[in-house]
């Protein structure tokens, strides 16, 4: 499959999301009560008192930012400290970032989220590179990911209907239209935040 077609083949995707407004707060449908399934991939202490979901897309550049700006003292002062744990789940607003999002699922605990905080630190990089299928399977290798492994998870059509599926269910129940989106303890908070902002709600949550 070639470059142009990968990143279009998935028009449906891209349609129904664009990176959003920065810190809206809205009432989910089902604030309060987000299900966690068994294969979500989660960072810090399950018993934590603040449940984070991020909905990503990891070609979303306000997704990136937030990874870069926000996450890693976020992480520092409250995922650490066994205050909030987050739950990573995809959105891709296009065909590669579907298919990089399945990439990112053939990796386990640290290793995933070592890879998407790669894949977010450098999007602008591989996104959009020349070819942006071989950037993104120079930094899978370097994960650990070989070619045929790599070809097998990028060309794995179950995984990214269930990938699809789960962000349907994100906009149904969730009401989740764009990247990146937050359900804290239940509550849609749409848009990128700063650290002070996430800050100052979390306190208000704990």
């Excluded at 065909?95 to 290793?111: F, H, P, Y």
């Excluded at 894949?119 to 590179?129: E, G, H, T, V």
């Excluded at 060309?155 to 937050?182: G, K, W």
Aim: proline content about 3%.
């Amino acid at each position: 499959m070639n470059r142009r077609k990968i990143l279009t083949s998935t028009a449906a995707v891209s349609a129904l999301a664009v990176s959003g407004a920065f810190g809206l707060r809205i009432p989910s449908a089902r604030a309060g009560e987000v299900t966690l399934y068994d294969d979500d991939r989660i960072v810090g202490q399950m018993d934590a008192p603040i449940t984070i979901v991020e909905y990503a897309s990891l070609t979303c550049p306000s997704c990136a930012a937030f990874h870069t700006n926000t996450y890693p003292e976020l992480k520092k002062q409250w995922i650490d400290t066994g205050k909030a744990r987050l739950v990573y789940r995809h959105f891709p607003l296009d065909g590669l970032g579907l298919r990089a999002a399945a990439v990112s699922n053939c990796l386990e605990g640290d290793r995933h989220f070592g890879f998407i905080g790669i894949l977010m630190k450098s999007m602008q990089q591989w996104a959009q590179a020349e070819d942006p299928v071989k950037a993104l399977a120079q930094i899978a290798a370097l994960a650990g990911i070989n070619q045929e492994q790599f070809d097998k998870c990028f060309n794995d059509e179950a995984e990214m209907n269930r990938i699809l599926e789960r962000r349907q269910e994100a906009a149904n129940d969730y009401t989740v239209n764009s990247t990146p989106s937050f359900l804290v303890n239940g509550q849609l908070i749409r848009g990128g935040l700063t650290f002070e902002d996430f800050d100052t709600l979390l306190k208000d949550q704990a």
